[in-house]
């Protein structure tokens, strides 16, 4: 199943994307969207990929208002969504399983990232969500250059970006400063004319 997109004209209008086995949808400032977010951005395992420590409930619920008021920018720059499964009915409605940015960075470029609930990893989400992400931006928003940044430890994200077309531009060095330590981080980038939808071949 391919991704619906959005008219050109109308791409500031919530966002909706919906893959085979996964949708993607704006946050909703409720009970159930904040308690799924903390259990990601909650558990330390998940947060240990993560450029930030893992936050508390109450920060969490301060995140979805911010990512509901970034919605409302215009033009939109910023696009913090929730990932929600398909299985689990509609998706409005259904409890999200991770959460998936892309944020506008100058001219027709931007980074790209995701956190999945720990109990979701092993499933492939990771890659049908980020040829998901591809697509809104390469079709719906007419990028040109999409960039991602990775932990080096992080191998499982790596092989996802690798096997959607992205290739490695290089390490940056003590990119992060966290937990007392500096962190290095892995550049991935792609283009548009390097981007193949799964439907077309590219699984």
């Known amino acids: 199943m391919k991704p619906e997109r959005e008219p050109a ?7 909706r994307l919906t893959g085979p086995r996964l949708a993607i949808r704006e946050f909703h400032h409720t009970p159930e969207d904040i308690d ?22 109450e920060t969490c619920a301060d995140q979805i208002a911010l990512y509901v008021e970034e919605a409302e920018h215009l033009p939109r720059t910023v696009h913090r969504l ?10 409005e409605y259904a409890v999200p399983i991770g959460t998936a940015a892309l944020g506008v960075e100058g001219d027709r470029a931007a980074s790209v990232g995701y956190a999945l609930r720990r109990d979701t990893w092993g499933n492939g989400y990771a890659g049908e969500l980020t040829a998901l992400l591809c697509d809104f931006a390469f079709g719906t928003l007419g990028l040109h250059r999409l960039v991602a940044r990775v932990d080096p430890e992080n191998t ?3 092989r996802v970006l690798t096997r959607a077309g992205f290739q ?20 991935y980038s792609l283009l548009e004319g390097e981007w193949v939808e799964p439907s077309t071949g590219r699984g």
Request: glycine share 6%; no cysteine; net charge negative.
């Open 9 to 15: 004209r109308d791409r500031h209008r919530a966002v």
């Open 36 to 57: 799924a977010l903390h259990a990601v951005f909650g558990d330390p395992e998940t947060a240990r990929y993560l450029p930030f420590e893992a936050r508390d409930r």
């Open 82 to 91: 929730a990932v929600t499964l398909l299985a689990d009915g509609e998706p």
């Open 156 to 158: 499982a994200s790596s």
């Open 168 to 187: 490695l531009e290089g390490r940056i060095r003590d990119e992060l400063h966290l937990r007392g330590r500096w962190y290095d981080a892995l550049q």
